[in-house]
């Protein structure tokens, strides 16, 4: 597709159970990142991909988080043992490399899906 | 460490005014980008623009202008002639340089200033 895509849009679970979010790019673009906010706050940073490699997962929580990314495509942000603090909208992002860098840096300019907003009941 | 403050948490205008939305910054790395990115009701994020810390030019899009201060470590975004349109979350962000001079990783962004313009 044209944007960044992300399902499940809306997910309500109950405390305890796992969530998968998933996470469609920009076809081409080598960066992918999980951003988390939280209603009414700003964003707060999760992990960075490069490639299939994550080289910064320095914002994920706890180790109920989880992410991968396969085929420098899509990528798949796991939580498992869902907690209440857990709700908030998961805003995925994609951005482009620098032309003649080999991929390895990015323009900085993030193109954002609509985020998959997560209820833990 | 990096740190963006947007001390304004909620501003209102009235159409056809002025506004300014403020960023301050604090880096230690002597190269990097500053972003702002609009949130409207629908949620989605929009860029809106990227400014390199080697270019303290001020811009201006249309009604959009941005003024880069280094010396204040300021980023400052006014709106020309508000319009309802313009009503959204604005966020101020920041990146380190990467490698090979472009952006990297994460964005780190501030809080956000909400926009209320009433017609």
């Known amino acids: 597709g044209a944007g960044v895509s992300q399902s499940p849009s809306n997910k309500v679970t109950e405390k305890g159970k796992d969530v998968e979010l998933r996470c469609d790019p920009i076809?081409?673009?080598?960066?992918l990142y999980w951003y988390r906010q939280r209603l009414g706050q700003g964003l707060e940073f999760l992990i960075y991909?490069?490639?299939?490699?994550?080289?910064?997962k320095s914002g994920l929580p706890s180790d109920r988080f989880s992410a991968e990314r396969t085929g420098e495509s899509v990528s798949t942000l796991t939580i498992q043992r869902t907690q209440q603090e857990d709700s908030a909208v998961y805003l995925c992002?994609?951005?482009?490399?620098?032309?003649?860098?080999?991929?390895?840096?990015?323009?900085?300019?993030?193109?954002f899906g609509e985020g998959s907003r997560l209820t833990v009941l | 460490a990096q740190k963006v403050t947007q001390a304004q948490t909620e501003i209102s205008v009235v159409e056809k005014e002025d506004v300014t939305l403020d960023c301050v910054y604090e880096t230690r790395d002597t190269t990097y980008y500053l972003f702002w990115y609009k949130q409207p009701p629908s949620g989605e994020l929009v860029f809106l623009i990227r400014r390199n810390s080697f270019d303290e030019q001020n811009e201006i899009s249309g009604r959009y202008s941005w003024n880069f201060q280094k010396s204040t470590s300021s980023f400052n975004f006014t709106i020309t002639a508000s319009q309802v349109v313009d009503s959204a979350v604005y966020f101020c962000a920041l990146s380190e340089s990467g490698v090979g001079g472009g952006a990297t990783n994460k964005l780190i962004f501030g809080t956000g200033t909400l926009l209320a313009v009433q017609p």
């Open positions: 992002a994609s951005s482009s490399p620098l032309p003649y860098t080999s991929g390895k840096t990015n323009t900085g300019e993030l193109f």
């Open positions: 076809s081409g673009h080598t960066a």
């Open positions: 991909f490069q490639g299939n490699s994550a080289p910064d």
